[in-house]
T-cell receptor, first 109, second 118 residues
Framework: GQNIDQPTEMTATEGAIVQINCTYQ??????LFWYQQHAGEAPTFLSY??LDGLEEKGRFSSFLSRSKGYSYLLLKELQMKDSASYLC??????????WGAGTKLIIKP | GAVVSQHPSWVICKSGTSVKIECRSL??????MFWYRQFPKQSLMLMAT?????????EQGVEKDKFLINHASLTLSTLTVTSAHPEDSSFYIC??????????????FGPGTRLTVL
């Protein structure tokens, strides 16, 4: 079967760094996406990894290890507006995104 | 990134009526659009995949006669919730796939439509 495993909730302090881990099992693999979703809003695209390694984009970086079925999203210099849910979504062999429940990130002053 | 719009952003209707939701890709052509539903504090659930010029592919458990999807152009897909009932109240989100030079493409989401059926 297809499965996504992310922590349900994480708490971090403004200005700090947080790493959100994701492990996945899919039928085939065509890359992995990270999305941010604020409460009551639609998801917004953050990053895409298809090869192993780290992709850096401003304060956000995403890492992928295909052999381990593992990815993480690293958020630096946390701001209050980063409080949101973060969704790890691998793409299977049919190019379908597989969605988990996401990680709710709470930023405290 | 690419922009996807959705209209209306929220709608309240009476039980038994039909509601149409539009999804548009504003600055790119989308041969494939997706319709999702999300209940409070739950993950996104794919309802159907909409391909321009052909019939939509519905996920298991989604009634195609109740959720009518039309993808008549490369920039517009519509979802019509027919004979809506209170249990259809949800957050409906569309996404459009942007093809990027032959690589695996990114889905960009519309802002969502909050449907409340009284």
């Amino acid at each position: 079967g297809q499965n996504i495993d992310q922590p349900t909730e994480m708490t971090a302090t403004e200005g700090a760094i947080v790493q959100i881990n994701c492990t996945y099992q899919t039928s085939g693999f065509n890359g992995l996406f990270w999305y941010q979703q604020h409460a009551g809003e639609a998801p917004t695209f953050l990053s895409y990894n298809v090869l192993d390694g780290l992709e850096e984009k401003g304060r956000f970086s995403s890492f992928l290890s295909r052999s381990k079925g593992y990815s993480y999203l690293l958020l630096k210099e946390l701001q209050m507006k980063d409080s949101a849910s973060y969704l790890c979504a691998p793409m299977d062999s049919n190019y379908q995104l597989i969605w988990g429940a996401g990680t709710k990130l709470i930023i405290k002053p | 990134g690419a922009v996807v719009s959705q209209h209306p952003s929220w709608v309240i209707c009476k039980s038994g009526t039909s509601v149409k939701i539009e999804c548009r890709s504003l600055d790119f052509q989308a041969t494939t659009m997706f319709w999702y539903r999300q209940f409070p504090k739950q993950s996104l659930m794919l309802m159907a995949t909409s391909n321009e010029g052909s019939k939509a592919t519905y996920e298991q458990g989604v009634e195609k006669d109740k959720f009518l999807i039309n993808h008549a152009s490369l920039t517009l897909s519509t979802l019509t919730v027919t004979s809506a009932h209170p249990e259809d109240s949800s957050f409906y989100i569309c996404s459009a796939r942007e093809i990027q030079g032959g690589e695996t493409d990114t889905q960009y989401f519309g802002p969502g439509t909050r449907l409340t059926v009284l």
